[in-house]
């Protein structure tokens, strides 16, 4: 893997990466606890390939925007939302800069939902019922691991698809082994 240290946060980050379908949001929901339970403070950048609108029309913070903002941060005592907005759509967000955005200061590790194709470490899901996908790994340099439904043979470490104890060890494993190159 190329040395992305000038363009990650200072923390791990550690990608899922499969094709839609593969379950990557469910393992994410069922991993986030057991990670949280074992004392690491967890966020998720989630790549949408569709326009979403988290605010609601009439709202200040959405009028604030439409009225121009380029970026609306809306802070109430549970949580903060910064909406940025890309006018230019053909210019869209860089990867590694929305990645800095996180509070890396209260994070121990951002898990990535998606973004296959940007380089960065990933682990690759492959479900064995969805076949017809291929698999990532000999082409991506990036993926440390593969998770996997029936476990294969393959030069990575492979991990049990369904064995959420199994791969939250690994990702403690990683955690732990970027901090003491740090």
Not at 148 to 167: E, K, R, V, Y
Request: proline share 8%; net charge negative; with cysteine.
């Amino acid at each position: 893997m190329t040395n992305l240290s000038h363009k990650l946060p200072p923390i791990p980050v550690l990608g899922l990466a499969a094709f839609s379908g593969t379950g990557k949001t469910t393992l994410l929901e069922l991993l986030i606890p057991v990670l949280i339970d074992r004392g690491i403070r967890v966020g998720v950048y989630k790549h949408s390939h569709h326009v979403i609108e988290q605010d609601k029309p009439g709202k200040d913070s959405f009028r604030l925007r439409k009225a121009g903002a380029c970026q609306t941060l809306l802070s109430t005592p549970e949580r903060a939302i910064l909406t940025t907005e890309f006018p230019d759509k053909s210019n869209p967000a860089d990867f590694y800069h929305l990645l800095r955005q996180f509070d890396s200061e209260n994070l121990d590790l951002i898990l990535v939902e998606g973004c296959k194709e940007q380089r960065f470490p990933k682990i690759e899901l492959h479900r064995h019922e969805l076949d017809n996908k291929p698999w990532l790994y000999p082409d991506d340099p990036d993926i440390i691991a593969v998770a996997t439904d029936p476990i294969i043979a393959c030069p990575l470490p492979c991990l049990d698809l369904n064995d959420i104890s199994q791969i939250a060890e690994f990702i403690m494993q990683y955690v732990r082994t970027f901090q003491s190159h740090t």
